[in-house]
């Protein structure tokens, strides 16, 4: 391959680097273009013997090593696609069971087999997980759903108490003929089982069963698994301990939506296991996730120094910013390497959609800081109901806005990837995860880190618990009705916590009036709490 250099800044040489670098494929009718990244003819013999060992890593992971080490965890979400790569039979029969029980509980809801208990259709489906278990199904309805879905599909996804009082409210009417679908791998984690609690609470309040209404989606043998099979829920599918939360869209947690919004799963899955298949190929120049993981590296040399700016022209992947930013961010984010030294790795991702962000970032993206790279998502298929009027057709403008803004950016020396889809479809939905996905499990090979856990997560999940035992302690200290200083309080509870106690009666006080208070709050050591 003949490569002008990046920094060469001519049409002519600019036209030669995208021929030589652009990848496509006939099957997905998939483009790639990294050629205005910063990737130079001396990249290429340089990554070649990193991208052979990232490639060995990746196939010994798809052939069932213990990838995720820290966890001692298989990584398998590959499998999910292509059950025939499950190391064992077991595992292939049961990804493809449960694919046919999903599908066929799916379409039960939908065409009114199964009726909710008073005997009517159900009409909708309250969504509950958060991370993983929330983002990639709310990608899957957004990207998917078509006018006219018999099911109205809702998430809640915090313990925003408004947030969830808002949607709670707005199902009101239709509470009993709800689905209530609770996620969570590890079935323990807090933000899910309250909101479940919470929406528990409403339908029995109107005399609703949960368990007829009630569905969980998580690992055999949680919390969530033990309650749903004690109380005989509707329905229990299983996330298996090899998938991690960020990697499981197709798995239940992405399949489910998708059947209820009513796209064929086996397009999606096959999306998914083409993309899988094209980026199995060793040749790192004709593999894409190979040539996007590069395309990373060489922009934040390794390091992350340029965030990664998504703008898909397509309102549909909206939500594509957002569930990348998780998958990207959680499995790259990383303080240690695998050898155990501090690297404090990332490769931060924003973004929204096009052409809006144009009149939003876009003028800093062009004309502002050189610490990002842009990822356009062009989709060349227009909709064919959108008429021509007075000449103009919206589908040309996007078109146009898109390669405006791309070009805008290489004229200010700003570097852009772009990705084009010929028709944007449930299966190029799985492909372009799939794409990502890859990417991201080789990017990390290339600096030695481990994508598949979370730290980070778990640590602020372990924290919260410490705030919120904290809070008991002190609840049940000015239970006594004794008139205490933040230092008082402090030298009689566990630790050493003044700004924590400050904050905990800060907000416990804007919900609880029966406490009187002494003191500036502006002045934190002159404050006395008492209730009353
Ligand atoms: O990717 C991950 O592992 C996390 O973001 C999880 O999805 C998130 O913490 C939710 O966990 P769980 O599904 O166990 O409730």
Request: proline letters at 3%.
């Amino acid at each position: 391959m003949t490569l002008p250099d990046f920094s060469i800044n001519s049409p002519q040489k600019q036209w030669h680097r995208f021929c030589e670098l652009l990848w496509f494929d006939e099957s997905l009718k998939i483009w790639l273009d990294v050629s205005r990244m910063n990737i130079n003819a001396i990249d290429l013999n340089r990554f070649a013997p990193l991208f052979k060992k990232a490639f060995d890593a990746i196939d010994d992971l798809e052939s069932g090593s213990i990838a995720n080490q820290d966890e001692s965890r298989q990584v398998g979400h590959y499998w999910l696609r292509n059950s025939g790569l499950a190391p064992n039979k077991g595992i292939s029969d049961k990804i493809e069971k449960e694919i046919e029980r999903i599908h066929s509980f799916a379409n039960k809801i939908i065409n009114g087999q199964l009726k909710a208990p008073n005997g009517k259709n159900f009409t909708d489906v309250l969504w509950i997980g958060i991370g993983g278990s929330g983002l990639g199904p709310l990608l899957i309805v957004r990207a998917l759903e078509m006018s006219g879905n018999p099911l109205n599909i809702h998430f809640i996804d915090n313990v925003d108490p408004n947030g969830i009082n808002k949607i709670l409210k707005d199902i009101h009417d239709s509470l009993s003929t709800t689905l209530f679908v609770t996620v969570s791998k590890s079935g323990g984690t807090p933000e899910p089982r309250i909101a479940m609690e919470q929406a528990r609470f409403r339908l029995e309040s109107i005399k609703g069963n949960w368990p007829s209404q009630a569905v969980a989606i998580t690992m055999v043998d949680s919390q969530l698994d033990k309650l749903a099979r004690k109380e005989c829920w509707l329905n229990t599918f299983d996330m298996p301990d090899w998938v991690g939360g960020r990697t499981s869209i197709t798995s239940a947690v992405g399949l489910l939506p998708a059947a209820f919004v009513g796209a064929d799963i086996k397009k999606f899955l096959s999306g998914a296991s083409l993309m899988d298949n094209l980026t199995r190929n060793h040749d790192f120049l004709e593999n894409p996730a190979s040539l996007l993981a590069l395309a990373w590296w060489k922009s934040g040399e390794g390091k992350g120094s340029r965030d990664m700016v998504i703008l898909p022209y397509r309102d549909r992947l909206e939500v594509f910013s957002r569930y990348l930013q998780q998958l990207v961010m959680e499995s790259l984010g990383k303080r240690l390497d695998r050898n155990g030294k501090l690297v404090n790795q990332g490769l931060s991702v924003y973004g929204n959609k096009g052409s809006t962000d144009q009149h939003a970032y876009v003028q800093q993206l062009r004309d502002g800081l050189d610490n990002y790279f842009a990822t356009f998502i062009e989709v060349l298929t227009d909709d064919e109901e959108i008429k021509t009027i007075n000449n103009r057709n919206p589908g040309d403008f996007l078109s146009g806005f898109m390669q405006g803004t791309r070009t805008a950016l290489t004229e200010a020396g700003k570097q852009s990837v772009t990705i084009t889809i010929s028709k944007f479809d449930t299966t190029s939905l799985g492909a372009l995860i799939a794409l990502f996905e890859r990417a991201v499990s080789l990017y990390a090979e290339l600096i030695n880190i481990n994508a598949y856990h979370q730290p980070g997560v778990e640590a602020g999940k372990k924290a919260a618990s410490n705030i919120l035992g904290l809070k008991e302690e002190i609840i049940d200290l000015l239970s006594d009705r004794v008139s205490r200083s933040i230092s008082e309080i402090n030298d009689l509870t566990s630790g050493d916590n003044s700004e924590s106690i400050y904050f905990i009666l800060r907000h416990h006080l804007a919900n609880n009036m029966n406490y009187n208070v002494k003191g500036n709050w502006s002045k934190p050591d002159t404050l006395r709490f008492k209730l009353n």
